[in-house]
């Protein structure tokens, strides 16, 4: 078994290795009974001393994800505590092929059921215009048959492009291009594009704490080195930031700025300013995830996005309308400008060629009519009323 390692990160080899595989078990890719390689396996494959490898095992061991059984290994410790005998032993041969999925925490929360999701923010499908969507969905099939038999392409429909860029430029004061906007599959692709066009082993990825698991799913994956900046009633704390600079070389920073998952807090307008300095001074990429900017509580908006507040092209914004819209169209898209955007762009045509068509048409009449401002509008107190009712039992 093949696990990525970091020689030059501040935690130690052990640490490392007990940290991969315990959220590999967490995230079922080592499953329930499964034998870990052996000490001596483990240490040739990734070039790391038996000694520290034993010592990754026992603190595994110590707490509660694997048991080591004299004469035999070490095997993932089963929930219900079932004999090793149960082991998928049938399998176990899979482990010598290098993966380089480290953790999948989104994809273990969204398999279980709850009475109520904390690890999902969606809103209740009865408050999202399906209806509206459905008849638009109708009459484009009716008018366009054919619609159904023609690729997308990779950037996205344009008349998509230019809705979205009239409707960030309405609800979020960002002037776009349609040329400067990509269309994708939800704002997950959009985290995992950036991901793959600029993070590799090493680099060092900085995120608030708490944040989107998914994103760090993501980043992890690409080998890269997570630090977490805590989060307090204004957001980010930047000023912890700035000291982070003064030794470590960031080259990303992933941030909820506007209602953050998971604390619902909002960035102020003093520490974005501050954000897009630091990001001028020391030259890391800020990617900004909004998926809820439109849906505040009072009379008064959130601050502007930091893209809006953005001179020079450090901003990529990555926007979703699954969650205000329609969740199974799976809409987002990502705005950024110069090189950048080309680089993403091309990753993008290597991803998946491009979105589904007849989705991204049945948006564009919703984003340009008065339809949409009556949405949010409605959704804004059904959701308030809805707040204030929870606060109250």
Known sequence: MEIKLNRLSDQSLIDQISTILAEKIRSEFLQEGSQLP????FSKENQVSPVTVSKAYALLERNGYIEVIHGKGAFVRNKE???TNESRSDYNWQLTIPDYIQRSQSMLNK???YAMKFSSATIHPGLLPSVYLVNEIVAILQADPQIVARYGTVQGDEDARKAIRDYVKTYSNIAATPQEIIVTNGVQQGIDLVAKTFIG?????????PTYTAAIDVFRNRGAHIIPIPVDEEGMQTALLATLCLSKQPKLIYTNPTFHNPTGTVLTKARRRELLDLAQQYGFLIVEDDSWNEIYFDDNP???PLKALDTSGHVIYVKGFSKTLAPSCRIGAILSKGTVHQRLLSAKSSADSGNPLLTQKALIPFLRSDRMH???EKLRIALEIRRIKRLHC
């Open 38 to 41: 052996s000490i001596r396996s």
């Open 81 to 83: 505590q079932r004999s």
């Open 111 to 113: 398999r279980m059921e």
């Open 201 to 209: 082993p090493g680099d060092i990825v900085i995120t608030e704490a």
């Open 302 to 304: 959130p601050p502007p």
């Open 374 to 376: 009556a949405h949010l």
